[in-house]
């Protein structure tokens, strides 16, 4: 069975850093590409932050690139989403995912194949 559990989030003022993570069981952890995605009500599911099995390739959204790192531990069957000078927009429940597609797809959520509960993420202005 194949779980994957994030944590970290939290609430953190306009400025601060956060740094999730997402713990994966019941999958060769090193042959699936992770990707993390955020929500807010009401709003479609929207893209972060991808990263290759090996962790040789990373993918960012425009919104994201610079502030944020997307790393991996292969050993810990973990992937972590540095967060930094975090915005009142990046506020929202972050997922993470995992998926065996091509690079070329890294990006859509409809190519995972399993998902997180999320962790909430408030950024206060």
């Known amino acids: 069975q194949v779980q994957l559990v994030e944590s970290g989030g939290g609430v953190v003022q306009a400025g601060g850093s956060l740094r999730p993570s997402c713990v994966a069981s019941?999958?060769?952890?090193?042959?699936?590409?992770i990707g993390w995605f955020r929500q807010v009500p009401g709003k479609e599911r929207d893209f972060v932050a991808a990263?290759?099995?090996?962790?040789?390739?990373?993918s960012y959204a425009d919104a994201v690139k610079c502030r944020y790192t997307i790393s991996r531990d292969n050993d810990k069957n973990t992937v972590y989403l540095q967060m930094n000078n975090l915005k009142h927009e990046d506020s929202a429940v972050y997922y993470c995912?995992?998926?065996?597609?091509?690079?070329?797809?890294?990006?859509?959520?409809?190519?995972?194949?399993?998902w997180g509960q999320g962790t909430q993420v408030t950024v206060s202005s």
């Open positions: 019941g999958l060769t952890f090193s042959g699936d590409g």
């Open positions: 990263i290759s099995g090996s962790g040789g390739s990373t």
């Open positions: 995912a995992a998926t065996k597609v091509s690079w070329i797809r890294i990006r859509g959520p409809n190519a995972y194949d399993y």
